[in-house]
């Protein structure tokens, strides 16, 4: 489609005999002026059809109908932020929610600032990426570790292409962010945490203050910890401490209870290769069913194995069944022990 308007950069009052031309109204006007910025680049339509997200925007893409609501009352308040990509198409480095409002209004095309100088520099690309989101959107604790994660890559990439970056990744990544360089390192210890942790923590459920206590844990005894936060419990960083201190009382009382049954494994496993030797060794089964009657064994054994866990649960009532099922379990608990 023909270009809405086309401005490159220039300075002082050309930029405004150059918007006048055109025939903007001045909040236009000052709007073409905020988004020329430092780098070169080309405002216009682009259809649709030849816009595509980025694959890098690991950033939440929600409440679309509610901003298609708010377009088509009060229109666009920002172009999308796009460059150019592969033959005849455009990625979008911002702008994404914005891009599937107006798809949703049957758009045919959207105002799009091109960055033509991102067209072969993917790196660049999602840094700007990042740094975008950063700057229009209330990030969450989560999505800013996320942030800084993935800065931390794309900035030691550049260093090993041989390209040159001003002062220390840390601080790039804090100008990135529009943060300090310590809350950097602060929302860096969010990337060490447990899956379980960190899901306690978007929930709101641990403070971003009690990370520290928890960051500097093992993954093995950041579980621990999780056990230990009852439901609906905050945990705050006293809280964290308190369960800390807990948590070094009791593990070697835990830890014997795993070395326990990492034992019983063990001689499950050599009760295994003996039934297995003997299997081998007898005339009584055919070669070909080895294998299969192999599977058996170590499928009856684990079952051994889960059955004698599952009682063990029962009788610390860390686990509740019925009447009914607790003498099925014993039952197949003691029929298998007959075999093995």
């Given at each position: 489609?023909?270009?809405?308007?086309?401005?490159?950069?220039?300075?002082?009052?050309d930029i405004a005999d150059?918007?006048?031309?055109?025939?903007?109204?001045?909040?236009?006007?000052?709007?073409?002026?905020?988004?020329?910025?430092?780098?070169?680049?080309?405002?216009?339509?682009?259809?649709?059809?030849?816009?595509?997200?980025?694959?890098?925007?690991?950033?939440?893409?929600?409440?679309?109908?509610?901003?298609?609501?708010?377009?088509?009352?009060?229109?666009?308040?920002?172009?999308?932020?796009v460059r150019p990509f592969?033959?005849?198409?455009?990625?979008?480095?911002?702008?994404?929610?914005?891009?599937?409002?107006?798809?949703?209004?049957?758009?045919?095309?959207?105002?799009?600032?091109?960055?033509?100088?991102?067209?072969?520099?993917?790196?660049?690309?999602?840094?700007?990426?990042?740094?975008?989101?950063?700057?229009?959107?209330?990030?969450?604790?989560?999505?800013?570790?996320?942030?800084?994660?993935?800065?931390?890559?794309?900035?030691?990439?550049?260093?090993?292409?041989?390209?040159?970056?001003?002062?220390?990744?840390?601080?790039?990544?804090?100008?990135?962010?529009?943060?300090?360089?310590?809350?950097?390192?602060?929302?860096?210890?969010?990337?060490?945490?447990?899956?379980?942790?960190?899901?306690?923590?978007?929930?709101?459920?641990?403070?971003?203050?009690?990370?520290?206590?928890?960051?500097?844990?093992?993954?093995?005894?950041?579980?621990?910890?999780?056990?230990?936060?009852?439901?609906?419990?905050?945990?705050?960083?006293?809280?964290?401490?308190?369960?800390?201190?807990?948590?070094?009382?009791?593990?070697?009382?835990?830890?014997?209870?795993?070395?326990?049954?990492?034992?019983?494994?063990?001689?499950?496993?050599?009760?295994?290769?003996?039934?297995?030797?003997?299997?081998?060794?007898?005339?009584?089964?055919?070669?070909?069913?080895?294998?299969?009657?192999?599977?058996?064994?170590?499928?009856?054994?684990?079952?051994?194995?889960?059955?004698?866990?599952?009682?063990?649960?029962?009788?610390?009532?860390?686990?509740?069944?019925?009447?009914?099922?607790?003498?099925?379990?014993?039952?197949?608990?003691?029929?298998?022990?007959?075999?093995?």
């Amino acid at each position: 489609m023909p270009s809405r308007f086309n401005l490159k950069k220039r300075a002082g009052s050309d930029i405004a005999d150059s918007i006048n031309k055109v025939g903007l109204s001045i909040d236009d006007n000052l709007k073409a002026m905020d988004d020329i910025g430092s780098a070169d680049f080309i405002v216009r339509d682009i259809e649709i059809e030849k816009i595509i997200p980025s694959v890098r925007n690991f950033f939440k893409v929600d409440d679309i109908e509610d901003l298609a609501e708010d377009i088509k009352e009060n229109g666009l308040s920002h172009n999308l932020l796009v460059r150019p990509f592969g033959d005849s198409k455009f990625e979008i480095i911002s702008g994404e929610r914005r891009f599937m409002a107006l798809k949703i209004l049957g758009r045919i095309s959207a105002p799009c600032k091109v960055e033509e100088d991102l067209k072969d520099n993917d790196i660049d690309a999602e840094i700007k990426l990042i740094n975008t989101n950063a700057k229009t959107r209330q990030l969450s604790d989560i999505e800013k570790a996320k942030a800084i994660k993935r800065l931390e890559v794309l900035y030691k990439n550049k260093k090993d292409k041989g390209i040159k970056i001003k002062g220390r990744i840390r601080d790039n990544i804090a100008s990135d962010l529009g943060i300090s360089g310590i809350k950097v390192e602060r929302l860096n210890k969010i990337n060490k945490l447990t899956p379980g942790l960190k899901e306690a923590l978007e929930r709101n459920k641990i403070s971003a203050s009690a990370v520290g206590q928890f960051s500097s844990m093992d993954a093995r005894t950041q579980k621990a910890m999780l056990s230990l936060i009852k439901n609906g419990e905050f945990v705050d960083t006293k809280r964290a401490k308190k369960l800390k201190s807990e948590w070094e009382k009791t593990k070697d009382k835990l830890e014997a209870e795993v070395s326990i049954l990492e034992n019983e494994n063990k001689l499950q496993q050599k009760k295994l290769k003996r039934a297995e030797k003997k299997l081998l060794n007898s005339s009584l089964k055919p070669a070909k069913g080895v294998e299969a009657d192999r599977s058996v064994i170590e499928n009856n054994a684990a079952i051994t194995i889960a059955a004698k866990m599952l009682l063990g649960l029962v009788g610390k009532k860390d686990l509740e069944v019925s009447d009914k099922n607790l003498n099925e379990l014993k039952k197949l608990k003691n029929m298998l022990e007959t075999i093995f």
